[in-house]
């Protein structure tokens, strides 16, 4: 059985975009509207170059802002603000979700590459906004990102998260890769699976994989 293999398990690691809301929402396409607007406005390039230059980033450094602030020196304060001010309308209360979540033994956050007071916004619309002991953004990693080792242990390091009692749940497969390696057991979240020697389970019904652990 599934829940025999997470009988272990005393930290639930969460991310935040399209694992905790369907990818359906489509929050995404907001974000990256605004953060290629902040690339030609930081770097005074065009909208091609600008959407160039976001997803080179993402592939090379793990996320947009890492390759600015690597290759640019860019404030990631500000940048974090208004690539995250988006409308949250499209997502709708789970229910379902908050309890299996909050049926789980041990202690749950969430760990994402955006900002805590973005997660925060959104947990709030889905409804997840007491359910988790604490919320972790790229801030705390000190802007290091996701799937960098170093910025899961310094994370982790924050929390107090024993990897060898932890899971962590992911849609994108790269940022389960340094979990693995640290002993965790990893699920990923999306509409299809990937296959990798990295990544234990995979679901694309988190709140029905969920239901199976208890």
Not at 36 to 47: A, N, Q
Not at 50 to 71: F, I, K, N, P, S
Not at 109 to 121: D, F, K, L, M, Q
């Amino acid at each position: 059985m599934v829940k025999d293999r997470f009988d272990h398990v005393t930290h639930w690691v969460f991310d935040l975009d399209n694992t905790l809301y369907p990818p359906q929402a489509r929050l995404f396409d907001q974000i990256e509207v605004r953060m290629t607007r902040y690339v030609m406005d930081s770097l005074g390039v065009p909208k091609p170059e600008a959407d160039r230059l976001r997803l080179h980033y993402w592939q090379l450094y793990g996320t947009t802002l890492a390759g600015l602030m690597h290759e640019h020196g860019v404030d990631p304060t500000p940048y974090l603000t208004e690539v995250h001010d988006i409308s949250l309308d499209h997502l709708e209360v789970d229910a379902a979700l908050a309890d299996h979540i909050g049926a789980l033994p041990g202690r749950r956050i969430v760990y994402t590459n955006g900002s805590r007071p973005y997660a925060e916004r959104v947990l709030e619309a889905r409804g997840l906004g007491g359910v988790f002991d604490a919320v972790y953004g790229v801030e705390h990693a000190e802007f290091r990102p996701k799937p960098e080792r170093a910025a899961f242990e310094t994370v982790f390091a924050l929390d107090g998260v024993e990897p060898a009692r932890a899971a962590m749940f992911e849609d994108d497969p790269r940022n389960l890769a340094a979990p693995h390696a640290m002993g965790m057991r990893t699920v990923h979240v999306a509409p299809e699976a990937t296959e990798a020697d990295h990544i234990h389970h995979h679901t694309d019904d988190l709140t029905g994989f969920l239901a199976r652990l208890r």
